[in-house]
């Protein structure tokens, strides 16, 4: 068993002004995704530095509003109901991924009409940039002892821990981490990879919703559901909602191949 470190939730407190580790972790995910981002614009005919900042900024206002909607009426509208304040104190942790994912749909929208770019052509072009984020996202809610998992069968097993913050202080599976890895690090790996090479329009973003939504409905057997109960049967909401992105997603990768529209390098015909 592991030993939770137990990170103050603030990480730089200087007089009134504190910063919380949470607020850190979306701070390194934007500046992660905004790195990669103009390193592929390089890469890109017809990307230029002052979209890249665009993109990342309208990106960020779908994440953090849509994240925060979407965690407040998806998991937790009777508290939101009790008292609808409770939507603006994002500091108090409680951020949804399905929810953050609506709000970038809609950001990206905004930014093509802007730009007069198609929209598969913009989440392919972002969509590898994106776990890092989710990453840090995961770091942020494991230092917040926020999200924490499900009680292992076995109290020796050997990354259980028991979280400072679990009122009932079982040892429980650091899902966290878990999605840290799977959601963040080997997802930006594949999509990485897949996405140095022209792929046809839209078969990135595919991939995407693909690899997240298998890596999310796998990990949630071991995250503790949300507010202690499943959703339907043995299947938690965030299993409930993946299903919809594995499903969509395997039908986008088999459009993009019969299409076959390229974007960018030597099979590019999109006009």
């Known amino acids: 068993m592991l030993t939770y470190p137990n990170i103050d939730p603030i990480a730089i407190s200087l007089g009134p002004l504190q910063v919380h580790w949470y607020g850190l972790m979306y701070l390194l995910a934007f500046l992660f995704a905004w790195g990669l981002a103009t390193h592929r614009a390089k890469q890109r005919d017809g990307w230029t530095s002052d979209m890249v900042s665009d993109l990342i900024f309208y990106g960020a206002l779908g994440v953090v509003v849509g994240g925060r909607v979407g965690y407040v009426f998806f998991y937790g509208f009777d508290q939101f109901l009790a008292n609808p304040l409770w939507l603006f104190q994002v500091w108090t942790g409680g951020m949804s991924f399905h929810g953050g994912f609506l709000g970038v749909m809609v950001a990206m929208l905004l930014w093509c009409k802007k730009y007069k770019m198609t929209w598969f052509q913009t989440l392919d072009f972002i969509a590898p940039c994106v776990p ?140």
């Open 132 to 271: 890092t984020g989710l990453m840090f996202g995961r770091f942020g809610n494991f230092i917040g002892g926020e999200l924490y998992g499900r009680p292992v069968s076995d109290p020796n097993f050997a990354l259980g821990m028991i979280f400072p913050t679990d009122p009932l202080q079982l040892v429980r599976h650091p899902s966290q981490l878990y999605q840290a890895f799977f959601e963040g690090l080997l997802l930006f790996i594949v999509l990485w990879w897949f996405s140095s090479k022209p792929r046809p329009r839209m078969a990135v973003s595919a991939l995407f919703l693909i690899g997240y939504g298998i890596a999310r409905f796998i990990v949630e057997f071991f995250r503790e559901p949300d507010n202690g109960q499943l959703f339907i049967a043995w299947m938690s909401k965030g299993q409930f909602l993946s299903l919809p992105m594995i499903l969509v997603g395997i039908w986008m990768m088999w459009y993009a191949y019969q299409k076959k529209i390229y974007d960018w390098g030597p099979q590019k015909n999109n006009g």
